[in-house]
């Protein structure tokens, strides 16, 4: 597993490195000093795993989760312990109190490998799907059998994902980042940490904020595309 460091202090970031040097399922493949510095690495190294502390000059390890389109497993590492409860609304494997304990690191390296394990066995299990193919939908009293070339929009509210296809907006029990996982990248694009996008449903395209695309749907919808991800539509779409 490919880890990144996220912390303004080099001291913490060289002792965390050196905690991590005897277990050799981790790599640890780049540092960051701040959230800015962090989300260009982690777009670039796509790293597994971030061990990120919290409280750092400018934006906070938080504002970086909320920007990420796709968030890695997390790993928080800080001084502070009122941070604690918040730190797992963001669906955070572990959170480490400064100085780290090498039994707790032990034990949080041990919990990441099994999860990564798991998830890899599901992985392999796990077909993708296609546009052509038919997928069961219950929402409440209501039932469908939907072509997923017929979805336009899958847009995430939390653990669930709203599907949009005619005059219809199910619910399901899914996130977002597990039908990244299934769905053929070359009829859906993730475009962003709320958004996926049927590419066949796509009216118009024009430039936004910081970088950004603007996708207009057929059905009328407008879905930002973030900076990062509309360097990946571009050549996606480019000859």
């Keep these: ?41 982690i777009n670039q190294l796509r790293p ?5 502390d919290i409280q750092m000059p400018g934006k906070s390890g938080f504002d ?29 494997l572990d959170y480490l109190l400064k100085p780290i ?38 929402d409440g009293d209501r039932c469908w059998f939907v072509k997923l070339e017929r979805v336009r929009l899958f847009e995430s509210e939390g653990n669930y994902v709203r599907l949009f296809f005619e005059e219809n907006k199910p619910l399901i029990l899914r996130t977002l980042n597990y039908l990244d996982e299934r769905l053929d990248d070359k009829t859906f694009f993730r475009a962003n940490r709320k958004h996926i996008i049927n590419l066949k449903w796509i009216d118009s395209i024009e430039p936004w904020l910081n970088g950004g695309l603007l996708v207009k749907l057929k059905d009328g919808h407008k879905v930002e595309v973030s900076r990062r991800q509309a360097v990946k539509f571009k050549d996606m779409l480019s000859l």
């Design 48 to 52: 597994d795993l971030i061990f990120l």
């Design 101 to 138: 304990e090498p039994q707790r690191l032990e034990d949080t390296v041990k919990k990441i490998i099994e999860k990564s394990r798991k998830k890899s066995a599901v992985e392999a299990d796990m077909e993708h799907l296609s546009e052509a193919d038919q997928v069961f939908v219950k």
């Design 64 to 92: 970086l989760l909320e920007e990420l389109d796709s968030v890695p497993t997390v790993v928080f590492t800080t001084a502070y312990d009122e941070y604690a409860l918040k730190a797992f609304e963001y669906n955070a």
């Design 1 to 41: 597993m490919k880890a990144l460091i996220v912390d303004d202090e080099r001291l913490a970031r060289t002792e965390l490195k050196r905690l991590l040097t005897p277990f050799k399922d981790l790599q640890v493949v780049g540092e960051a000093v701040n959230a800015e510095d962090a989300a260009e690495k």
